[in-house]
T-cell receptor, first 111, second 114 residues
């Protein structure tokens, strides 16, 4: 049983396109996160939602828009993709203030 | 702000060698500390954690002790295996709110040769 799942696993697209990445967790957690891992493996928080409300927004370009339809889902929509958006995007979830569990990642390549 | 500093890598060891990966942190208050591991082509998995000073986290033969006096959380394993080859991330979660983010170190790649 997958605890935190992401789709798609791989995404290759052209510059300027709009794309979405989906995340779902079946752990009953009330907090979800998006992290970006760059080509040097450095991980940085992008967003956090708690019970469908935005809690953390870490100076991310407004081309990135998270959406949480319910507390089990946190999707990430990216407009006008740029070369520098190429990275691995990880979703995570946690009970409030507790250990975070990560999804398998979505590998985005912008050509 | 919060920060985590890991030793520079990569690290290459022979099987059964002793492993130490250094991690130090800067944070206000009393953060929780974590080690995550990323195997090739996979996502992050929690390896171990410690939530207060002098706690020792342990899992799969790995150990790390939360040392507040030296602000450190070094990862150790007595005898590494080829299957331990991965990227290891030290991280902290601040204690300033229920939904505090994780702050990661830069990660270090470990390669274990037979």
């Amino acid at each position: 049983d997958t605890a935190v799942s992401q789709t798609p696993k791989y995404l290759v697209t052209q510059m300027g396109n709009d794309k979405s990445i989906k995340c779902e967790q079946n752990l009953g957690h009330d907090t979800m996160y998006w992290y970006k891992q760059d080509s040097k493996k450095f991980l940085k928080i992008m967003f956090s939602y708690n019970n469908k409300e935005l809690i953390i927004n870490e100076t991310v370009p407004n081309r990135f828009s998270p959406k949480s339809p319910d507390k089990a889902h946190l999707n990430l929509h990216i407009n006008s993709l740029e070369l520098g958006d190429s990275a691995v995007y990880f979703c995570a979830s946690s009970p409030s203030g507790s250990t975070q569990y990560f999804g398998p990642g979505t590998r985005l390549l912008v050509l | 702000g919060d920060s985590v500093t890991q030793m520079e890598g990569p690290v290459t060891l022979s099987e059964e060698a002793f492993l130490t990966i250094n991690c130090t942190y800067t944070a206000t208050g009393y953060p929780s500390l974590f080690w995550y591991v990323q195997y090739p082509g996979e996502g992050l998995q929690l390896l171990l954690k410690a939530t207060k000073a002098d706690d020792k986290g342990s899992n799969k033969g790995f150990e790390a002790t939360y040392r507040k006096e030296t602000t450190s959380f070094h990862l150790e394993k007595g005898s590494v295996q080829v299957s331990d080859s991965a990227v290891y991330f030290c991280a902290l979660r601040g204690n300033t709110g229920a939904n505090s983010k994780l702050t990661f170190g830069k990660g270090i790649t470990l390669s274990v040769r037979p």
